[in-house]
Every structure is written in structure tokens, then in C-alpha cells.
């Protein structure tokens, strides 16, 4: 089992930034990637980033270029640096850690961005 516990999300304005960070703990080893996905209300659960242990990364389009996934392996946490931040990615954000035969979740943190 893989628990992970989010931090980090909270109120802005647009054109502002937030880090979210994800602890993982238990059975890391079986961790392939780390990311986060976001569901906004009415609306579908979608990727938002994620980070492969080789370093390879994958953005979602809307974020590409204002968001910026890393990990501290040492610390096995995932973070998402968010920058100019737009009210709609207002959104519950999750902490996902891919596993070798199964997917984790964090418990959601929510982000909201005001006009």
C-alpha cells in the first residue's frame, strides 16, 4: 500500500501562484510515476501533470508553460509549482502515484482562483 497526503492548495487571484506538494510513504518502491490530476464540479477528473521515476514528464495542454511538476525522490514527494494561475483551473486537485499493479490517491486538495 501507498499512502500519499497533499498540502498546498487554497484561495488566489488570477495571475497568482501556488505549490501543491504530495507525501508518499509505505510501499514507495512500487511507485512508477507521481502526478496530478484535477476535477473541476460537472466535470470530468483529467491530468494535469505527471513525473516518471526515468524524469520523463507530461503536461496537459492548458498548463503547459505556467505549471511545473518535480520530485524530491530523498523526500518522495511530487510538487506542482502553479504560476499564472486563470479562475478556471479552479479545481480539487489529486495527488496519483502510479504503481506496479495498481494507481494511489491522494485525498484532494482544493485550488480556486478568483477573477
Known amino acids: 500500500q501507498v499512502q500519499l497526503v497533499e498540502s498546498g492548495g487554497g484561495l488566489v487571484q488570477a495571475g497568482g501562484s501556488l505549490r501543491l506538494s504530495c507525501a508518499a510513504s509505505?510501499?514507495?518502491?512500487?511507485?512508477?510515476?507521481m502526478g496530478w490530476y484535477r476535477q473541476a464540479p460537472g466535470k470530468q477528473r483529467e491530468l494535469v501533470a505527471v513525473k516518471t521515476n526515468g524524469g520523463s514528464t507530461n503536461y496537459a495542454d492548458s498548463v503547459k508553460g505556467r505549471f511545473t511538476i518535480s520530485r524530491d525522490n530523498a523526500k518522495n514527494t511530487v510538487y506542482l509549482q502553479m504560476n499564472s494561475l486563470k479562475p478556471e483551473d479552479t479545481a480539487v486537485y489529486f495527488c496519483?502515484?502510479?504503481?506496479?499493479?495498481?494507481?494511489?490517491w491522494g485525498q484532494g486538495t482544493q485550488v480556486t482562483v478568483s477573477s
Open positions: 509505505g510501499n514507495i518502491f512500487s511507485i512508477s510515476a
Open positions: 496519483n502515484a502510479g504503481g506496479n499493479l495498481r494507481d494511489y
